[in-house]
């Protein structure tokens, strides 16, 4: 049973720091894709960023600059570190990890944690 479980959400200032942190069991995240994505009331679920199995990053352009996509794979964890952070920032946060390989996809879901921006 693949579990991924985050932690590292809280209330900060604007232009403050939080790294969230995913850890996973039930799996090796090696051979993952990881994802972050947020979620504000309201709205839609939107991707954040994303490190592939091989290390590639890519990030929504509104976090590009302040927010680090990181894993440490022999700790079964990935990190979203993020800087400066803005009111709009404000959200749920999701770990994902996806997995894809001749026609087999695997996608598992954390239960999120709450990132509040606010002065």
């Known amino acids: 049973q693949v579990q991924l479980v985050e932690s590292g959400g809280g209330l900060v200032q604007p232009g403050g720091s939080l790294r969230l942190s995913c850890t996973a069991s039930?799996?090796?995240?090696?051979?993952?894709?990881m994802n972050w994505y947020h979620q504000a009331p309201g709205k839609q679920r939107e991707l954040v960023a994303r490190?592939?199995?091989?290390?590639?990053?890519n990030y929504q352009d509104s976090v590009k600059d302040r927010f680090t996509i990181s894993r440490d794979n022999a700790k079964n964890t990935v990190y979203l570190q993020m800087n400066s952070l803005k009111p709009e920032d404000t959200a749920a946060y999701y770990c994902?990890?996806?997995?894809?390989?001749?026609?087999?996809?695997?996608?598992?879901w954390g239960q999120g944690t709450q990132v509040t921006v606010s002065s």
């Open positions: 994902n990890a996806v997995y894809e390989f001749l026609g087999v996809r695997r996608s598992y």
């Open positions: 039930g799996t090796m995240i090696s051979i993952y894709t």
């Open positions: 490190i592939t199995s091989g290390g590639s990053t």
